[in-house]
């Protein structure tokens, strides 16, 4: 589409990733909403798990693996996601406040290292692809 390929697609996610894990692990906020508070331009029923971030993802991820790998692994995602979502006031009251920061910090470490896992792999594939000689020189 428009000359992009797929490793250029998972740059793009990568550098996503690696900025929503930025958030997690600083707890700063650096993807603010566009829109003002109380609006919304998407209806409510379409959920906020599958917005932009989770469709780069995807797209990133079809860079390494195959397609039957990628559907398994979200349908086993979404079915975890059900889980969590309906325990979710029973785990906030298990972990408190404090367990819910340092869960997410580890998860945000998790996503750092993948975001940085899909930049090098695709960025070499991009370079070997579009810049052979630079590569044959090292």
């Known amino acids: 589409v428009f000359g992009v390929d797929i490793a250029s697609f998972a740059i793009a ?6 900025f929503l894990a930025l958030e997690m692990v600083l707890g700063i906020e650096l993807f ?3 829109t003002p508070e109380g609006t919304a331009i998407v209806p409510l029923v379409f959920p906020l798990i599958a917005g932009a971030g989770s469709i780069t993802s995807l797209l990133a991820l079809k860079a390494e ?3 039957v790998g990628i559907l398994i692994a979200l349908i086993l995602n979404m ?6 979502l309906r ?5 906030e ?3 408190g406040v ?3 920061a340092i869960l997410r910090k580890i998860f945000g470490i998790i996503l750092l290292a993948i975001a940085i896992r899909l930049f090098m792999s695709n960025i070499a594939l991009t370079i070997k692809t579009h810049f052979p000689d630079l590569l044959s020189n090292i």
């Open 79 to 84: 079915i975890v996601v059900f889980i969590v």
């Open 65 to 67: 693996y195959e397609t």
């Open 87 to 91: 325990t979710t006031k029973y785990i």
């Open 13 to 18: 996610g990568s550098f996503i990733l690696f």
């Open 98 to 100: 404090n367990g819910i």
């Open 93 to 95: 009251k298990v972990l």
């Open 32 to 34: 603010k909403g566009s």
